[in-house]
């Protein structure tokens, strides 16, 4: 069944108050819930039946206004509870009994391991009790949490603990207060013999507020980091965005089971574990930088999202969107900009657009759903932050805060749309957006043509900008967008011209935006006195894809002068792009592959640039990766792209080992000398030493590999220690591998987020015998398939990230996934759906692939009774 945004209706009844008590078992758990309820005054004044969602609920009573209903009272299915309401003013007191302890599915009320937890959002309340489970019905929620006392000493819920006691039975109990209003997604419950590390924050407003962050015992050295990353997020809020935290109380759990990274219940945020652990020894500088981001996203939901929350589902980018473009600007004050910038983009471009350009393709705010579950995508989150990024572009740091700012005090309490965002945008600047929002309904990623004219006698420059939209399921044609380009004009000596528009007084600045927005367009620029060099986009100033004809020497001299950093690292990366795509049109033709020398003597200029932020030499140093060489084909020819990309590697390797050699040393150097520490300084030393390992790998010198094992053994941190191990997993050295592989199980057995790790690296080894690898794996006693991350680390990371083996041509790899799919559609949809993505991608891929891909979707479809979140992205991949 399909909903349709153009469907909305506002609810018949509104929920004032939700009292809840839970009774937690090892084999039940009861729900009552006494809700107070009345008829939304917006809906008019007659009583409609009241429609309460409800799934997997035994019903065992319920009572309306103290009168106990009987079965001809209400209707019962397996989605509704419906009854008639006789008055404008009533209170509904059920019960239910759930089934927490057999929840495989991790939504609702669910175990994981030995503590209770619940994961709400989307609709997830529904399975905890009869509820209108929508996020425009706010309440006032209090909630009491019965279990027993030893195996469940914390008890927690949203809002500040009430009281709390025991009975004589060995249970106790607790009950919370949440004085915010808020939607049933945001509510929270965990329970289990947790520990916790507790810190403080005074607020801009000189409140005080306890912080903590609850694990299970063996991971208390494992909170400091999100305790200071939570602490600066609350600080940088206030700061960047006027906002204050409202509660006495902010807690973090950790869990090992979620289908997410996280989820920003109010005032009691629940985490997966690797989301929120990290210490040195046993997470990667990513995974700090990932809690970091985590951290701070679900901190800052507190308003984005919570304080002012969405209408409908359909709405879901204007928390999410703004959010992820909220802790991206965070994530860049808290260390470099530049690098930070490179990441999003080439992840929203090797991601985002492969989903913009496939058979789920949907807008920023998409307007129709079978799961909703499935619509929590790069294209809401990643691509919707762009979209926020795109108006702060067009209104200025200053403009764009005062729209936040009245974005915030005019819908503060309230459930509102992607609308109110634009309109708080535009009222606080007085502009129109109109057009601007075509970015929340068209779906699809617009190409951007650019074209140049120098007209020497004139002395003007005129760019002339083509865009068009590909079409995208139900929307055949696109109009034109609004496309922010922030450009300048680079002379022969690469200093940036001013810039002055015919028609325009005077110059404003050497750098600007120019808003581009209709289907063809120009612009001349004026007393411009030699041909110049245009850089475009800078920034990535519009999630489209440019195209300009750029010949590698202007790369190259784009590499070298541009004084935007990112457009450093795009002219470096299109240069490799066009390396790349003629080394794999030569291997396609049968030719030998010959290298462009010009791409190793720009990374070896960028490899001697010792005045070069060393995070920045690693990604430039960096490859564009095989994801994105396939998202950016016509028919990705993964065997040609995997050997062309090797091929280039090693070329560089050998050509480049001194200088490589050089950094290696003396990085590798530098972090025995120093004890590890979390700052951008340091991931960038180690990040560059990591690349450069890598490469020097590709030699196969004895030095190096014992480098790489001396590095392996003697780290004391998980970030060199694993990048040696992955060097080895992919190197020819038998012995050393399986040495690494068994040194490393025995010694992180009993860590689960660190064995993820290591199922990992081998899922991602590219070399022949993968699917075996993996199916081999799949058996080790460290994994589960009913643990979300081991099926990321081992499923997930062979599917998207192990092209060569994936993709191979018998199907097999198709087979097993689609086995794989079909298994988890019974235990976990969410994750079932998610793991399916690599098969929708079928269009991509040569006709022989394609229908081995088909063929696999074909027989998800008929396996069984298929969830909603599975035959929607099945059926959908395969129309
Ligand atoms: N709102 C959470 C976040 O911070 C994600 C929740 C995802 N839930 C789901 N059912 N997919 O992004
Ligand atoms: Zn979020």
Redesign the pocket.
């Known amino acids: 069944r399909t909903i349709y945004l153009k469907d909305y209706q506002a609810p018949d009844y509104l929920i004032d108050e939700t009292h809840l008590t839970f009774e937690l078992h090892e084999d039940r758990t009861l729900v009552h819930a006494q809700l107070v309820m009345r008829r939304n005054p917006a809906r008019g004044s007659g009583l409609p039946p009241l429609v309460l969602d409800g799934q997997q609920l035994e019903l065992l009573s319920i009572r309306l206004n103290d009168r106990e209903l009987g079965a001809h009272d209400y209707l019962l299915d397996d989605r509704h509870l419906t009854l008639q309401p006789d008055s404008a003013e009533f209170v509904i007191d059920s019960s239910v009994c759930i089934h927490p302890e057999s929840n495989t599915a991790l ?1 609702g009320l669910y175990k994981s391991g030995k503590m209770f937890c619940t ?1 709400c ?2 609709e ?1 309340f529904r399975k905890i009790t009869y509820y209108l489970d929508r996020p425009d019905v706010m309440s006032k929620f209090t909630t009491t949490v019965s279990a027993d006392r030893q195996r469940y000493p914390v008890l927690l819920s949203n809002g500040n603990p009430i009281t709390s006691g025991s009975e004589d039975n060995g249970r106790h109990w607790a009950t919370w207060e949440d004085p915010f209003r808020k939607p049933a997604y945001l509510f929270a419950l965990v329970a289990g013999d947790l520990w916790c590390v507790e810190d403080q924050f005074t607020t801009m407003s000189q409140r005080e507020v306890a912080l903590r962050i609850y694990v299970e015992p063996e991971n208390l050295d494992k909170c400091q980091h999100a305790m200071d990353s939570l602490k600066r997020a609350m600080r940088w809020d206030e700061e960047a965005y006027g906002r204050e935290y409202d509660l006495d109380i902010f807690m973090i759990v950790a869990v090992n089971d979620f ?6 219940n109010k005032g009691l945020n629940i985490f997966n574990s690797s989301a929120v652990l990290a210490k040195a020894e046993t997470a990667t500088d990513a995974a700090h930088q990932r809690v970091e981001a985590i951290v701070a ?2 901190y800052f ?1 507190n308003w984005s ?1 919570n304080r002012v929350t969405c209408r409908d589902w359909f709405q879901l980018s204007l ?2 969107g703004f ?1 992820v473009f909220r802790d991206a600007g965070f994530s860049a004050d808290m260390n470099s900009p530049t690098v930070k910038r490179i990441e999003d983009v080439a992840y929203l471009r090797t991601h985002q657009f492969a989903e913009d350009a496939g058979p789920m393709a949907h807008s920023v705010r998409p307007d129709a759903y079978m799961e ?2 499935n619509f ?1 995508t790069l294209t809401v ?1 990643e691509k919707g932050a762009e979209v926020v990024r795109m108006i702060q572009t067009l209104l200025g740091a200053e403009g764009f805060r005062k729209g936040s700012d009245l974005y915030f005090q005019r819908h503060d309490g309230q459930a509102v749309t992607c609308d109110d965002f634009v309109k708080a945008m535009e009222d606080a600047n007085g502009v129109d957006l109109a057009q601007f929002k075509r970015w929340y309904s068209q779906a699809g990623t617009p190409r951007l043509e650019v074209g140049s004219a120098y007209d020497a006698e004139a002395k003007t420059l005129t760019l002339t900008f083509r865009q068009l939209c590909p079409p995208s399921p139900g929307q055949a044609h696109k109009e034109p967008f609004v496309i922010p380009v922030d450009l300048a004009l680079l002379d022969g000596q690469g200093r940036e011209l001013p810039l002055r528009l015919a028609g325009e007084a005077a110059a404003s600045g050497t750098s600007r935006v120019l808003a581009v927005n209709e289907a063809e367009q120009s612009f001349t620029f004026v007393d411009i006195p030699e041909q110049p060099l245009p850089s475009l986009l800078r920034g990535f100033s519009a999630p489209v894809k440019l195209s300009f004809p750029y010949s590698r020497d202007q790369l190259m001299f784009l590499m070298q002068h541009d004084s935007d950093g990112f457009n450093r690292w795009e002219a470096g990366q299109q240069l490799a792009v066009q390396v790349l795509q003629e080394l794999i049109g030569q291997r396609q033709r049968g030719e030998p592959m010959v290298l462009d020398r010009r791409l190793v003597a720009a990374l070896k200029s960028v490899l001697e640039n010792d005045g070069l932020d060393q995070a920045m030499v690693a990604e430039m140093l960096s490859l564009p990766g095989e994801a994105y060489l396939i998202e950016i084909s016509e028919v990705a020819d993964v065997d040609a792209i995997h050997a062309a990309r090797e091929f280039a590697r090693r070329e560089l390797a050998e050509a480049l080992f001194e200088p490589l050699w050089q950094r290696y040393q003396a990085n590798r150097q530098a972090s025995r000398q120093s004890a590890y520490v979390a700052t951008a300084e340091h991931f960038a030393r180690r990040s560059l030493q990591n690349i450069a390992l890598s490469y020097l790998m590709l030699s196969e010198k004895p030095e190096v590999l014992e480098a790489a094992q001396e590095q392996y053994r003697e780290a004391d941190n998980m970030t060199e220690r694993l990048a040696a191990l992955a060097v080895l997993v992919n190197s020819p050295f038998e012995e050393a591998k399986a040495e690494g592989l068994a040194l490393f199980a025995d010694r992180f057995k009993d860590d689960p987020l660190v064995m993820d790790q290591w199922f990992s690296v081998q899922a991602g080894c590219p070399l022949p015998g993968g699917l075996e690898r993996v199916r081999a794996l799949m058996q080790h006693p460290a994994f589960t398939i009913k643990n979300p991350n081991k099926v990321r680390a081992l499923i997930g990371a062979f599917a998207n990230q192990n092209h060569a083996n994936f993709h191979r041509d018998d199907g097999e790899s198709y087979r097993f996934l689609a086995d794989q799919v079909i298994m988890l559609n019974a235990l976990n949809p ?1 994750i079932a759906a998610r793991q399916l993505a690599p098969l929708t991608r079928w269009r991509k891929y040569d006709l022989s692939r394609q229908a081995l891909m088909k063929a696999e979707l074909e027989r998800i479809l008929v396996s069984g009774s298929l969830s909603s979140d599975v035959y929607e992205v099945v059926s959908k991949s395969l129309a």
């Open positions: 939504e994961q959002e989307a997830g289908n997410m990274g996280a989820m920003e996203h679900e939901h999202g928390k999410e959010t909703i579950s929590y989150y969410q």
